[in-house]
């Protein structure tokens, strides 16, 4: 089974721009959950997509925004970028069968420098 | 102070030694994390742990419910080894929360 996918796995952008990033979760997986990883703050939870809806949010500022698609691929946005966004986007999949906990499988990640 | 403590921050060891990183967490949980991060990024889920422990190779996991404390042994530590090593609980909302990470050299 292929693991989780994320692309680009580089990118560099300029202060007030935006960016895309997407990810497509484990083959029948139906949850995808965003993480920003930072030196500074560690890993923070972005939000998390379940069946197109977004079903928790972390404390971002509404310039992050996601969704996900019928086929449970999800993409990030972040709208006018500033130098703080430069950080690694981790994306990670699981099952959720049942609404249980399961598993999280994380992709490699997309780095994004803001310059 | 922060819902999921770690301890040690950082952590070396010769390779071969018996190594325990611990994680302390203040909310209800329904699941405890323990995840690796190499250099470059790439983060694997180690283990799922939601009580008792799990044994996979040289890793065991094990978790304290009543005591709110979870703890990450490496058997016959390897230079491989040396990784930041996360832990992090899904309260019952069932969203994540990180530890810091530990912070793991293995030196041959």
């Known amino acids: 089974k292929a693991g989780v996918t994320q692309t680009p796995r580089y990118l560099i952008k300029t202060r007030g721009q935006q960016v895309t990033l997407s990810c497509s979760p484990i083959?029948?997986?139906?949850?995808v959950s965003w993480y920003q990883q930072t030196p500074g703050q560690g890993l923070q939870f972005l939000f998390e997509?379940?069946?197109?809806?977004?079903?928790n949010k972390g404390n971002f500022p509404g310039r992050f925004s996601g969704r996900q698609f019928s086929n449970s691929r999800s993409e990030m946005n972040v709208s006018t970028l500033e130098l703080g966004d430069s950080a690694l986007y981790l994306c990670a999949s699981s099952s959720l069968a049942g609404g249980l906990p399961d598993t999280q499988y994380f992709g490699p990640g997309t780095r994004l420098t803001v310059l | 102070k922060n819902e999921v403590e770690q301890s040690p921050q950082n952590l070396t060891a010769q390779e071969g030694e018996f190594i325990t990183i611990n994680c302390s967490y203040s909310?209800?949980?329904?699941?405890l994390h323990w995840l690796q991060q190499h250099p470059g990024g790439g983060i694997v889920s180690l283990f799922m742990l939601s009580s008792g422990k799990k044994k996979h190779g040289r890793l065991i996991a094990t978790i304290n419910i009543q005591e709110k404390h979870s703890s990450l042994h490496i058997t016959a530590s390897h230079p491989r080894d040396s990784a930041v090593y996360i832990c992090a609980v899904e309260n019952n909302t069932d969203k994540l929360i990180f530890g810091t990470g530990t912070r793991l050299q293995v030196f041959p």
């Open positions: 083959s029948g997986h139906r949850s």
């Open positions: 909310v209800g949980i329904s699941a």
């Open positions: 997509y379940f069946s197109e809806t977004q079903r």
